[in-house]
Structure formats: structure tokens, C-alpha cells
């Protein structure tokens, strides 16, 4: 089988976390400056075979789109237009960045370990790709 792929999508970050080949379990992979994401996907997809892209889909708690739904729009159409064959779909996302927040606790990280925004957004990649797996 191959892999799924998803993305915490970020104005200036972005976390990227992975399944493995069985699509069961998901994991941290990397976080990317946002600049550098599509080049970094091509690079990767080159390399692993991926089944689908998972995109992280912010949510207001009365269930409408989130003020960076309109950065993720954008990219999502370029997405689509340098994968066209591998499908897109998209996950909520809503409290990730607390959960990643209260993981990195629970796991006994330091203060100045929690400060690390690229973890806290790989954190969150791998929540919304365990959410979406969780779902299908």
C-alpha cells in the first residue's frame, strides 16, 4: 500500500507527518518553512509512494471556516495542479495546536522545549492525520 500524507498548513510553517505503508499508524515527519512546502513534496513524493494528502481544515467553533482558511485556498489549488493524480482531502482541525501543546506536557518536555513552534506544528500534523485515520 502506499503511504498517506498530512499537512498542518501554516502562514510560516508547515507540519508534515507521514503513515506507514499499511496506513495505520501516523507519525511526526517534519516541519517545513511554508515557502519551501510544495518543493519539499515534490522531493518526497518523487521518492514514497503516497496514496493521499490529508489537509488540515481550520474550523470557528460555530463550525464556519477559520480566518486562515483563506491562505489555505490558494494553496490547495496549487496542490491540486502539481499532484493531480493523488487525491486531496481534508480533516478538522480544530484545538490541534492545544492537544500538541498538552502532549508535549504529558510527555515531560521541558519549558523551552514546549516553546518549539516546528514541533508543536509536526505534533499537530500527526493529530490530524491520526483523526483522519480514525475516521475512514
Known amino acids: 500500500m502506499a503511504r498517506i500524507i498530512a499537512l498542518d498548513f501554516g502562514k510560516q510553517r508547515t507540519g508534515i ?3 506507514d505503508e499499511l496506513q495505520l499508524i501516523a507519525s511526526g515527519l517534519v516541519t517545513v518553512n511554508t515557502k519551501e ?6 522531493d518526497y513524493i518523487a521518492k514514497e509512494n503516497i496514496a493521499r ?7 470557528q467553533w460555530d463550525n464556519t471556516p477559520s480566518e486562515s482558511e483563506a491562505l489555505i485556498q490558494p494553496f490547495l489549488k496549487k496542490l491540486k495542479e502539481t499532484f493531480p493524480s493523488i487525491p486531496i482531502d481534508r480533516q478538522d482541525e ?5 492537544v500538541a501543546f498538552q502532549t508535549m506536557v504529558h510527555a515531560g518536555l521541558k519549558k523551552k522545549q514546549r516553546r518549539n ?6 505534533i499537530s500534523a500527526t493529530l490530524i492525520l491520526q483523526s483522519y485515520l480514525n475516521r475512514k
Open 17 to 19: 507527518a507521514v503513515t
Open 37 to 42: 512546502l510544495l518543493k519539499y513534496l515534490q
Open 53 to 59: 494528502i490529508v489537509v488540515g481544515e481550520p474550523k
Open 94 to 98: 480544530r484545538f490541534t495546536s492545544k
Open 117 to 122: 513552534k516546528e514541533l508543536i506544528d509536526e
